[in-house]
């Protein structure tokens, strides 16, 4: 199960990898990001992707709050923009991304707000350019010692960019915009705790061109989702918990009959068991497994998955940093002919200092998206695949200013090609520059 007050960190993500047909240190990363509803990433330690910021050397006092501004710019060349067998379509292109974090220094509560985006420039492909940004701020209120309250509120727009898990076929990309709230209280009674939390995320969808036939048109893919979860966990020794946590969610579309005569209105519950545990301040590990179902309002047709996860930031080496990204879900489908599938993601990103100035970035990430057929659909189950990887240098010509290669491969392979499933390879190579404060 994950912690849900990590909108901002699904969001600071957002600001390095912003679009998937630009190139990311964090394949892993990236495609969880591709895959994940709002709030329902884990809670991994800022930044998720791309390069690490040192607290220690960089950020700007204001007040009683310190601010973190980070720019990113990568120019290269894409060789299938929009992830076709053939004709493969190259063209160079910019990435300008933004991102900011302003973060409280108290000594009790806490506030944070993170802003940033992502723009985009094809220079053989404008259809594909792209801008995609966030907002968000969350926040815990002390109650008493091991008591207290969080909130978070945030506004994101992104691209659904050709080529990654679960999108509509378009000459030009889907925008989808969401708002995520949540609430949340947690309390610990000397070796025992509780968590529990509620979670609203409004999804709105704009499409940009004609889409292809069995794809669903933005009107009918609008939808809230909710959800409700309590984590119950027990101390067994220092540093190591063992929790169990139940929930419940209900995902309710703006169109009841959807534009192809379906009701698409379904309810869902989960049961995972899991630990966490903290080796040291660096390297920590929470992994869970579990059963979810999600069940159709209208005819009862129900697909049930077992479920599991591991995030976390693994550092027994000092100079190499391991963060795995595995989970496991049941999400909604962007298809007329199935409901929803089943996303399974597993991937793996690391940072290594090589020498001084010198840090290796990359990783990568695999996941497979099981589709379940509408009832009476006439076709078959179908099964997609996708696979990134990424290796790449930065060189650090002072703490503040990084600068290097990244080279990333990534392929889509699906059982059903013939019905819109993918079938390609794309190689991504550039040039980044990292700037910090």
Not at 15 to 29: D, F, K, L
Not at 80 to 109: C, D, I, M, Q, R
Not at 192 to 197: A, P, Q, R, T, V
Request: proline share 6%; charged share 15%; glycine share 10%.
């Amino acid at each position: 199960m994950w912690s849900p007050l990590v909108g901002w960190v699904l969001l600071a993500c957002g600001g390095s990898i912003v679009h998937a047909q630009s190139e990311t240190s964090s394949p892993a990363a990236q495609i969880l990001l591709e895959q994940t509803p709002l709030v329902d990433l884990p809670d991994l330690p800022v930044p998720m992707v791309g390069p690490v910021i040192d607290r220690n050397e960089i950020g700007i006092a204001v007040g009683a709050f310190t601010l973190y501004p980070t720019l990113e710019v990568q120019g290269g060349y894409d060789s299938n923009v929009y992830a076709t067998t053939t004709p493969a379509v190259g063209s160079p292109f910019t990435v300008v991304k933004p991102f900011v974090e302003l973060k409280s220094e108290w000594l009790n509560h806490s506030f944070r707000m993170v802003a940033g985006g992502g723009f985009g420039f094809y220079s053989n492909a404008s259809s594909q350019n792209f801008w995609n940004g966030y907002a968000i701020a969350d926040g815990r209120l002390d109650i008493q010692r091991d008591f207290f309250a969080t909130a978070l509120v945030g506004v994101r727009r992104q691209t659904e960019a050709l080529g990654t898990p679960n999108t509509v076929i378009a000459s030009s990309p889907t925008v989808v915009d969401s708002i995520p709230i949540e609430l949340g209280l947690y309390q610990r009674f000397n070796r025992f705790f509780y968590d529990l939390k509620a979670s609203a995320t409004r999804y709105r969808y704009s499409d940009n061109s004609i889409i292809y036939d069995g794809s669903l048109p933005a009107a009918s893919r609008n939808r809230t989702e909710f959800e409700e979860r309590v984590r119950f966990g027990y101390e067994i020794i220092e540093d190591i918990d063992v929790w169990v946590s139940p929930g419940l969610n209900q995902r309710i579309y703006e169109q009841f009959i959807n534009a192809y005569g379906q009701e698409r209105d379904s309810t869902g519950w989960f049961l995972n068991f899991g630990t966490t545990i903290r080796f040291t301040e660096k390297t920590s590990l929470e992994g869970y497994v579990g059963y979810t179902t999600q069940t159709f309002v209208s005819d009862g047709a129900a697909t049930p998955a077992v479920s599991f996860g591991l995030i976390g930031t693994w550092n027994g080496y000092e100079p190499l940093t391991i963060r795995p990204s595995f989970i496991r879900s049941i999400n909604e489908s962007a298809y007329s002919n199935y409901q929803n599938y089943v996303s399974t993601t597993l991937g793996i990103d690391f940072t290594y200092d090589i020498h001084d100035a010198w840090q290796l970035v990359g990783g990568t990430g695999f996941n497979i998206a099981q589709y379940s057929p509408v009832p009476g659909s006439g076709v078959g189950p179908r099964t997609d695949y996708f696979w990134r990887a990424s290796l790449g240098l930065l060189y650090s010509l002072r703490p503040q200013l990084q600068i290097g290669p990244l080279y990333e491969h990534s392929t889509g392979s699906s059982t059903d090609v013939a019905s819109g499933g993918p079938s390609y390879t794309r190689d991504v190579i550039s040039i980044r520059l990292v700037a910090k404060r």
